[in-house]
């Protein structure tokens, strides 16, 4: 196959890991690529939702130039801590010593302002309210026909649309998801919170959980999980959040009450048992499309942005087939490790037995650090090419 610089290339997705993409492209000299996104805005996506940018991320960022700007924006973080109902820590990560070992701070953010950060610095042209249908093969080129009947071609397509990726559904459609059996909800709430500085807590109650962290002088970032108990309901109100977590800390319910009603975003909880190939004749999947997880690691977006540094750097080096060889063999198997990982972290931190409750709050509270620790580089780690 040719040289990159010789072909076309179509990114379909412009979340976090298409827009890095196209930013890692463009820094390396290459603008012979397009993108296309589904939604009426470029990032209609992106509104009433935070993001943890953990090292990996940052490492990353840094490479491209945008570390110092995304800090800036956001809100450093130092500790991340789970604890019971009433804001008792049961396990504290101390996060700084990974700061000091990757040259780099752990950021809490808003997403639509990560999406403006890197955006802004991108040239290639954006067509939007383009939903993707097929790609079928025409003359040795890749046709790709859109749901208002448009027709594109190109030499590669990156499919970056996500959990439903379109791309992966055309040229995987063998992946299956897994129901986590948990709904999600997402909100930002205006409030100016005096406490919890530069910290992530998440509450472990029964069967049910609720994440928060600053993201800036004004706003705090939640997440709110449940077990789905039969039903698949997921829109829910202001006053139905308040039942369902007031026997939590009275300030979870404060963050709840200073949050616009239709402003938070609800999720079915997906994943699935990631590929072992994540590309086939001219298509490459990342972030999402390739390896969904489950929410409980706060890596999704830090995967799909690591995808995107490495799929840059393949094709800088390689022709494009043996670029995605190579891409396919460096990330498959970490991405695998944490879509794992973040199920069995899902299941235990969603417990909904009284018994079983209390013996895994008691084994979080005597956990090594070094087990901890070990896990956590494993995690944070960044391959060089």
């Not at 890991?17 to 820094?27: I, M, N, V």
Request: charged content about 25%; some cysteine; hydrophobic content about 35%.
């Amino acid at each position: 196959m040719k040289n990159i610089n010789e072909l076309s290339m179509s990114i379909v997705g412009k979340g976090i890991g298409g827009l890095t993409l196209a930013y890692a492209l463009e820094r390396a000299g290459y603008n012979n690529f397009k993108i296309y996104e589904q939604s009426k805005t470029a990032k209609e996506f992106a509104k009433g939702s935070g993001i943890i940018l953990a090292c990996n991320a940052m490492q990353i960022m840094k490479k491209l130039g945008l570390h110092d700007e995304i800090q800036r924006q956001g809100h450093i973080l130092q500790r991340m801590n789970i604890t019971n109902e009433n804001l008792k820590v049961l396990s504290r990560a101390n996060i700084r010593p990974f700061s000091e070992l990757y040259n780099v701070n752990t950021v809490a953010i808003h997403r639509e302002k990560l999406h403006d950060i890197i955006s802004s610095k991108i040239k290639s042209e954006t067509f939007l309210r383009k939903r993707l249908d097929k790609i079928n093969v025409e003359q040795s080129q890749l046709n790709m026909i859109f749901e208002d009947d448009t027709h594109r071609q190109s030499d590669i397509i990156i499919g970056a649309d996500g959990l439903n990726s379109k791309v992966r559904n055309n040229c995987f459609p063998e992946v299956k998801f897994r129901d986590a059996g948990q709904i999600c909800w997402r909100g930002i709430a205006n409030v100016e919170m005096t406490k919890y500085q530069h910290e992530l807590n998440e509450i472990w109650g029964k069967g049910k959980r609720f994440g928060f962290v600053k993201i800036n002088k004004h706003q705090v970032y939640w997440y709110a999980l449940r077990n789905k108990n039969n039903t698949n309901s997921s829109i829910i109100t202001i006053d139905e959040l308040n039942d369902l977590y007031s026997d939590f800390h009275p300030d979870i319910l404060d963050i709840i009450n200073s949050t616009e009603e239709e402003t938070i975003t609800t999720r079915q909880v997906l994943d699935f048992k990631t590929p072992v190939k994540w590309h086939k004749k001219g298509v490459c999947l990342i972030g999402d499309a390739a390896h969904a997880m489950t929410p409980n690691l706060g890596q999704g977006a830090c995967q799909a942005i690591e995808d995107a540094y490495i799929l840059s750097e393949c094709l800088k080096k390689y022709k494009s087939d043996q670029a995605f060889e190579k891409f396919n063999e460096i990330r498959g198997n970490k991405a695998s490790w944490i879509v794992e990982r973040s199920r069995m972290f899902g299941k235990m931190s969603q417990i909904n037995y009284t018994a079983a409750i209390w013996i895994r709050n008691a084994i979080m509270s005597v956990v090594p650090s070094q087990l901890a620790y070990r896990d956590t580089k494993k995690i944070l780690d960044i391959y060089s090419l």
